[in-house]
């Protein structure tokens, strides 16, 4: 029952409305940022990415210029004298060797056969090398200065980028090859690149999209590897076709990479710069944790809110409820409750108060119907049994007395039979009507059958017979004067049976009594009234006696077998049961 309770609460309700609001945001929050990072902040890091790769890329082909354009000066400095003395011709590469050591693995001389005859430093394996089976070897001897594809040094085994210019003789021939070689990882040359991180994963490359080879990496386990086969990175294969600028492609491994391209001037070799997409941006998981941790502290602050904001804002509603429990309870009286303020909990109050105010109307109607008769108005027998208590005690209390007067019209079932029920109705009300007038403000006239009314005077002075027996033929003459009927002029009778007592009886037993008298005066010949003789249970002694109908009441007649029965029966019954 608690748990019901807890659960139907406005309380309970409000605080899962606010966790849903929390999750459900936190929810949206989550997809929102994610798509975010993923494209917004990946842009940002691609970006970035081709302003680096650009950088690098420029810087390559600075160093790769300044290489060539030392080769090409170099080669126009070479003293024709010395192309047939090897010996001064090694001192010469050595001396501008050591003056610009550009090319780290040194300076070597081919003829034009293409067999490399003198070098320096001398390396071994180095000097009787053919070039002929270079493809660049016939461009040269053609008087272009070629930078080479970058290959393993047949002398030292090692990556390196070899560079010739041609020599010409006095008369402008081509003479011989001068040649450069220096390895790609050397100091000042694509060592930087190589040792180039970008963030925890990422890194660089150089590429030869003619050859489809790695030149150069971060990654120096695949320099010199080949490029991975069509198809398994459109964004590289574009790259390899021309595109520029930056996207996401793939790795070797299927791993979502940012990637940026940019050329390498002055060669047809490209830098890229690749980084794993979820290095790029925080990770799934540790935005989920940002988030949930975010969605707590956000559910901590919403709760205390609600926890106050139910504190603060029901405190009338729980105050009024509280009261109109009570009311249910019985422990105060209905009243209505107080409204402090105008809102939804003021507007429900006043209803409530509405409520409350139709409630008791209708009580105290329920209450009249129950205590009155619907036809006249007048009391009924419930009403008269209370006001007989009220009475007999106040006559035993002041010493007074009091008459109850049974009254039943005589000759009202042809009027109901030949005028019809609603003309019967319209003489009971007159006949109520009439009665009343007859009647003290402080007596009772209850209507207790169908044309039977009770009378009930109060306050009678000794001897009670001769005020009772004056307001009894008041009552026979107020009935008896003509009804003005639409059918023309009637005329009704009345039998009274009245018990007097001083009040030291039972209730009960006087209206029995007075009922058992007015059959008496029906039995007489009705249109008078028999006044109860005593042991009714008051031992108050009366006379029994009647009247006629006629206004000038008429010598009373003797209840014959007088006294009257009844009375002394405690608990008979108020009906009299005609
Ligand atoms: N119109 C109307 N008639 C009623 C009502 N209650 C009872 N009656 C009728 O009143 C009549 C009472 O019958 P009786 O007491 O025998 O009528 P009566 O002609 O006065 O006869 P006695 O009392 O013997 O003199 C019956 O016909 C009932 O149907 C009522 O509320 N309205």
């Not at 018990?499 to 039972?506: L, S, T």
């Amino acid at each position: 029952m608690k748990i019901r309770r807890f659960g139907n609460s406005l309380f309970t309700r409000l605080v899962l409305f606010g966790i849903g609001i929390v999750i459900s945001t936190a929810i949206l929050r989550f997809y929102f940022l994610r798509d975010f990072l993923e494209t917004e902040q990946s842009a940002v890091v691609a970006r970035q990415q081709s302003i680096i790769a650009s950088y690098l890329a420029q810087d390559i082909g600075y160093r790769t210029e300044e290489r060539r354009h030392f080769l090409e000066r170099l080669a126009t400095q070479v003293p024709p004298g010395l192309l047939n003395d090897p010996a001064a011709l090694r001192e010469w590469l050595r001396e501008h060797q050591e003056l610009q050591p550009l090319f780290a693995q040194g300076l070597f001389f081919a003829n034009t056969d293409g067999v490399i005859v003198v070098d320096y430093p001398t390396m071994n394996g180095r000097r009787a090398i053919s070039l002929t089976s270079y493809p660049d070897y016939t461009r040269v001897l053609d008087g272009a200065t070629v930078i080479g594809d970058p290959l393993l040094s047949p002398a030292s085994a090692r990556p390196i980028l070899p560079m010739m210019a041609p020599v010409r003789n006095a008369e402008g021939r081509i003479s011989g090859i001068l040649g450069g070689t220096t390895e790609l990882n050397a100091t000042g040359f694509l060592d930087h690149l190589q040792r180039a991180q970008l963030g925890p994963s990422g890194g660089f490359m150089l590429i030869s999209p003619s050859r489809r080879l790695i030149i150069a990496s971060s990654n120096p386990a695949s320099v010199f590897n080949s490029l991975p086969p069509t198809g398994t990175d459109l964004l590289l294969d574009r790259a390899l076709t021309g595109f520029r600028g930056n996207g996401v492609g793939r790795d070797q491994h299927g791993v979502d990479e940012i990637k940026a391209f940019a050329s390498v001037p002055g060669t047809d070799w490209i830098v890229v710069a690749c980084l794993p997409l979820a290095a790029a941006v925080p990770t799934a998981a540790h935005m989920r944790e940002l988030i949930t941790r975010g969605a707590m502290m956000q559910g901590g602050v919403i709760f205390v809110i609600i926890v106050l904001a139910y504190l603060w804002f029901f405190r009338r509603l729980r105050r009024a409820a509280d009261l109109a429990d009570k009311m249910t309870r019985g422990e105060i009286p209905l009243s209505p409750l107080p409204v402090v303020r105008r809102d939804e909990v003021g507007h429900l109050t006043m209803a409530f108060n509405g409520l409350l105010a139709r409630l008791k109307m209708h009580q105290s109607e329920l209450q009249h119907q129950a205590h009155h008769d619907v036809l006249t108005g007048l009391p009924n027998r419930i009403m008269l049994a209370e006001r007989m208590q009220q009475a007999l005690a106040r006559a035993g209390r002041e010493n007074t007395g009091i008459a109850l007067l049974y009254l039943d019209l005589d000759g009202f079932k042809p009027i109901n039979d030949t005028l019809g029920h609603q003309a019967g109705d319209l003489v009971l009300k007159e006949i109520a009507q009439r009665l009343r007038q007859v009647a003290r403000h402080s007596d009772t006239l209850a209507r207790v059958g169908g044309d039977e009314f009770v009378l009930l005077a109060t306050d009678l002075g000794q001897p009670l017979e001769n005020g009772t027996r004056a307001l009894a033929e008041k009552c026979i003459k107020a009935v008896s004067e003509p009804l003005r009927l639409a059918h023309g002029d009637r005329q009704l009778g009345v039998s009274i049976g009245i018990a007097v007592c001083d009040g030291r009886c039972d209730a009960d037993a006087l209206l029995q009594a007075a009922d058992k008298a007015m059959y008496h005066a029906k039995a007489q010949g009705r249109g008078r009234y028999v006044i109860a003789a005593n042991g009714i249970g008051c031992g108050h002694s009366s006379i029994v006696a009647g009247a006629t109908t006629e206004a000038a009441p008429q010598p009373h007649h003797p209840l014959p077998g007088s006294p009257l029965p009844g009375g002394t029966s405690p608990g008979s019954g108020l009906s009299p049961g005609h």
